[in-house]
C-alpha cells in the first residue's frame, strides 16, 4: 500500500528564489478537522464525509450544503494547487472564502464550517 504523502514542496513563480511553496493536501484538511473536538465526533460517526474525488480536498457535512474544501485558484486545473490555492466555505445560501497563508485560513475556515454546522442543526432541531 502506497504512503500518501503529507507534504509536497515544489518551487513555482510565486515564492521566486524566496524557498519552496507549500502545497496543501487532504491530510491537512483531515488534521484540522480532527482537531477540533466536535467535528472529529462527527467525522467518525460518518457524519462528516472527507476526500478529494473532485480533484482538491474537501470535507462535506452529511446530506447538507455545507462544505469547505481548499480549491485551486484557477477552476480550469481543478488539481493543480501550485498556482496558488484559496479556503472556500459553503453553505446552502452562499460561499465564503478565506485568503492567506493555509496555517492561518484554515483554522478560521474551520471555526466558520462548526459555526454553519451549528446553526443548520439549531434550525432542524426547531423544526422537530
Avoid: W
Wanted: proline letters at 5%; aromatic letters at 6%; a positive charge.
Amino acid at each position: 500500500m502506497r504512503k500518501i504523502k503529507t507534504k509536497i514542496y515544489i518551487p513555482t513563480t510565486l515564492t521566486g528564489n524566496m524557498g519552496r511553496h507549500y502545497i496543501p493536501v487532504l491530510e491537512d484538511l483531515r488534521k484540522t478537522i480532527y482537531s477540533d473536538r466536535i467535528l472529529s465526533r462527527l467525522a467518525d460517526s460518518g457524519n462528516i464525509v472527507i476526500h478529494s474525488s473532485v480533484g482538491y480536498p474537501v470535507a462535506k457535512y452529511k446530506n447538507t450544503g455545507i462544505s469547505i474544501g481548499i480549491e485551486p485558484l484557477n477552476p480550469m486545473i481543478r488539481q493543480d494547487l501550485t498556482l496558488g490555492y484559496i479556503v472556500v466555505i459553503r453553505n446552502e445560501k452562499a460561499s465564503q472564502e478565506v485568503n492567506g497563508l493555509l496555517n492561518r485560513s484554515l483554522p478560521k475556515a474551520i471555526s466558520t464550517f462548526k459555526d454553519h454546522i451549528n446553526e443548520y442543526e439549531a434550525a432542524k432541531s426547531k423544526m422537530l
